[in-house]
């Protein structure tokens, strides 16, 4: 298949065909419906605030939204509860999903943001392939995905808390 290649350049090659393959399976399989609820792995974390900690212990708040981009299947963006444990993922339009995962179960809950392990294989992939000044793009791209991602997911959050006070305050 790719005899005209060093035996080098065939994995490397091969290795980058993984890591696309993968990264767009880990990315359909991080943000899917029905799924385990820890995902991931944490990237970072903060700590809960008590007006979320306090929402989120509602079974009630389950919330699944569709959104039809195209034609397709549409995309989701939800907070599930589960078992004392809740996925938050809003919608984005970021390179590397990542979703938002809180453990109600511990005392002192976080909500940690959770990402895949292909985000870390571009950077194997930059010095595997020798391409040095492409890697502070890489971390700068990586950065700013987290940085929208960790937006969105607060944001989501808080629209979510406020909707739910303001139609809480009217049934009093």
């Known amino acids: 298949m790719f005899s005209f290649l060093s035996n080098y350049q065939r994995v490397l090659v091969l290795s980058t065909m993984f890591l ?6 880990e990315s359909f399989f ?19 605030s008590n007006e979320t900690r306090e929402y989120l212990i509602n079974p009630a708040n389950n919330i699944i939204v ?4 195209n034609w397709g299947a549409p995309f989701y963006s939800f907070i599930i509860l589960k078992n004392n444990e809740a996925i938050i993922r809003p919608l984005t ?4 999903p990542c979703v938002g995962y809180v453990n109600l179960k511990k005392p002192n809950a976080r909500l ?5 392990v292909s985000h870390f294989f571009v950077f194997l992939l930059a010095f595997a392939y020798s ?14 995905n987290y940085w929208i991602i960790v937006r969105a997911i607060d944001n989501y ?4 808390i406020m909707r739910n006070a303001l139609v809480t305050n009217r049934k009093l």
């Not at 696309?20 to 399976?25: G, I, K, S, T």
């Not at 959050?157 to 979510?160: A, E, H, I, V």
């Open 157 to 160: 959050l808080n629209k979510k």
């Open 20 to 25: 696309l393959l993968m990264w767009v399976f």
């Open 30 to 48: 991080l943000v899917k419906l029905h799924r385990n609820m820890k995902r991931g792995f944490k990237i970072w974390s903060k700590p809960l």
């Open 93 to 96: 339009r970021a390179i590397f």
């Open 131 to 144: 391409f040095y000044f492409v890697i502070p793009f890489f971390a700068l791209i990586l950065i700013i």
């Open 112 to 116: 940690e943001y959770r990402g895949g």
């Open 66 to 69: 569709p959104h039809w981009i």
